[in-house]
């Protein structure tokens, strides 16, 4: 099953997303990713409905209007939007209809950021064609190249593909 990761790190990095899928998980090491965790736990002390899980599905926040997820960094919104999009998905298969809401928290940033998503039908039919994408790279016997982009210094798996 494509989790909510996977579809992020399709849109940032194919590798990043064939390594996960695969079971090689190293953001237990990285810094970035512990910040981030740090983040969600403070947003949990103050709201209700927070981390839910629905089988591989990990949820932010729930509310009556929306599926809320929490990023640290506006650096990537297009791969938070697909994110938000599965787990909508997801949640229509179970009956429940909700909108996406995306609220980016900069803590150099005074006024956070928030994205609204909706699941259309052409979304819906989209994000099937990526989720069988995504299934596809996992499943290959080659790993994908590395990027070589400036992000990749802040990546989790930055040492598995530099070092």
């Known amino acids: 099953m494509v989790t909510g990761t996977m579809m992020n790190y399709y849109f940032h990095c194919k590798r990043q997303c064939y390594l996960f ?3 090689l998980n190293l953001e237990d090491n990285s810094e970035q990713v512990k910040n981030g965790k740090a983040m969600h736990e403070e947003k949990a002390e103050h709201h209700k409905n927070t981390e839910i ?6 949820i ?4 009556n209007e929306y599926v809320v997820e929490y990023k640290k960094s506006d650096a990537d919104v297009t791969a938070c939007k697909w994110q938000v999009l599965l787990y909508l998905w997801e949640l229509k298969k179970k009956g429940i209809i909700r909108k996406g809401r995306i609220e980016f ?3 150099k940033k005074e006024i956070h950021k928030i994205e609204y998503v909706e699941l259309t039908d052409d ?8 989720i069988e994408e995504i299934e ?8 994908p190249e590395v990027l070589h982009k400036a992000s990749c210094k802040k990546c989790a798996y930055y040492e598995y593909c530099y070092i």
């Open 21 to 23: 899928a695969n079971r």
């Open 53 to 58: 899980q629905i089988e591989q599905v990990k």
């Open 60 to 63: 932010d926040g729930l509310t």
């Open 105 to 107: 928290i900069e803590k």
């Open 123 to 130: 979304l819906e039919e989209q994000l099937k064609r990526y």
């Open 136 to 143: 596809a790279l996992s499943s290959k016997s080659q790993i």
